[in-house]
Nanobody, 125 residues
Framework: QVQPIESGGGLVQPGDSLRLSCTTS????????VAWFRQVQDNEREYVAA????????DVADSVKGRFTISRDIAKNTLYLQIDNAKPEDTATYYC??????????????????WGQGTQVTVSS
């Protein structure tokens, strides 16, 4: 079972940058799509970005495009989410999710069946 593990969250000021990481304790992401979602309290999880591990396809949601970058390190079996020019509205719990969605459905949380525990990002002055 591919269990994602997130890290890298924290408290930053508006305009700062931070990088979130997602890896697995065993197995690899090969053959899966790995995505980032974020959630504020009990609101619906919002799609942020996705990477199809074997094909190399990547995508970032329009709402954060230009500030967020998704990338990976194959050797480390790690997915990254770079957040630049952080804004208070980026404050949320960020989750890493693993699944095998049709690429056209990559933004649907129901397509992912392994979720991490989440890492909190707080953007505040």
């Amino acid at each position: 079972q591919v269990q994602p593990i997130e890290s890298g969250g924290g408290l930053v000021q508006p305009g700062d940058s931070l990088r979130l990481s997602c890896t697995t304790s065993k197995d690899t992401f090969s053959g899966y799509a790995v995505a980032w979602f974020r959630q504020v309290q009990d609101n619906e999880r919002e799609y942020v970005a996705a990477f199809r591990w074997s094909g190399g396809n990547r995508d970032v949601a329009d709402s954060v495009k230009g500030r967020f970058t998704i990338s990976r390190d194959i050797a480390k079996n790690t997915l990254y989410l770079q957040i630049d020019n952080a804004k208070p509205e980026d404050t949320a719990t960020y989750y890493c999710a693993v699944g095998r969605p049709i690429w056209g459905a990559r933004s649907s949380s129901s397509m992912y069946y392994h979720w991490g525990q989440g890492t909190q990002v707080t953007v505040s002055s």
